[in-house]
């Protein structure tokens, strides 16, 4: 069987790919300050905003866990030109679509906290998808193996 080649991809690959690991290292750097949190800054918020932190359901709070972890290691496949880049952001996104869902649907962010509460979760919501369409035409046209 004949050994198919490399294509080496555009810098538009580079650039997007470093841009999105980036995006995912600034995720779980924002994960760990949540999960990090002092009990003098739980009570140094607003009741509202303390009630949510308190009342966010573990499994919502591993979703967080499992996105921004996931996103930061398909990206770093995405870079590297691994194909492992494609499942591990599809999961990625699962779980960015799990938390967003609660955000919106089932808490009470939006009231809380206003727009931002709704804004964010799609941007995230966008970005993660982008990112699985991007690994997979990426692979399709051979830039990741």
Known sequence: MAEERAVEPPRSFWIISG????????????????????????????????????NTPEWVTAMYAIAVTAGTLGSGFLLLRKSWAVPVLLVSLIAVL?????????????????????????????????LVWYARNSRERGWIR
Do not use: H
């Open 98 to 130: 799990v938390q967003a869902a609660y955000t919106l649907f089932m808490s009470s962010a939006v009231e809380v906290l206003g727009a931002q509460a709704a804004i964010m979760p799609l941007v995230v919501v966008v970005i993660a998808a982008f």
């Open 19 to 54: 841009l999105a690991l980036l995006w995912n290292l600034l995720g779980l750097a924002t994960y760990l300050m949540y999960v990090k949190m002092t009990d003098e800054a739980l009570a140094a918020l607003p009741d509202a905003e303390r009630m949510l932190y308190e």
